[in-house]
Nanobody
Framework: QVQLAESGGGLVQAGGSLRLSCTASGRTPIGSVMGWFRQCPGKDREFVARVSWTGASLVYADSVKGRFTISGAYAKNTLYLQMNSLKPEDTAVYYC???????????????WGQGTQVTVSS
């Protein structure tokens, strides 16, 4: 069983930056597609970004494209999300996920962390 743990959330002013980390333990998700989701206040959880294990294939939601960068230190089973030019609408609980895939128009993950809070003030 894969265990995921996020860190790096916090309070930041609009225009600022944060770097989220997610470390996997237990069953190493080698070959898995890893990604980030977020849940904004009063909304359903939504897809943010995903990366293949090799790092060769990257996909971003339109809302974060050009501002966020997903990457990984895969030998350490660690996933990152660098968030720049943050906006108040980026305020959410951010979750990392393993075994991420798109079914039709819906992104899903099979393993989830507990989430880390990101709050962007105006």
């Amino acid at each position: 069983q894969v265990q995921l743990a996020e860190s790096g959330g916090g309070l930041v002013q609009a225009g600022g930056s944060l770097r989220l980390s997610c470390t996997a333990s237990g069953r190493t998700p080698i070959g898995s597609v890893m990604g980030w989701f977020r849940q904004c206040p009063g909304k359903d959880r939504e897809f943010v970004a995903r990366v293949s294990w090799t790092g060769a294939s990257l996909v971003y939601a339109d809302s974060v494209k050009g501002r966020f960068t997903i990457s990984g230190a895969y030998a350490k089973n660690t996933l990152y999300l660098q968030m720049n030019s943050l906006k108040p609408e980026d305020t959410a609980v951010y979750y990392c996920a393993a075994d991420v895939a798109k079914y039709g128009s819906t992104w899903r993950g099979n393993y989830w962390g507990q989430g880390t809070q990101v709050t962007v003030s105006s």
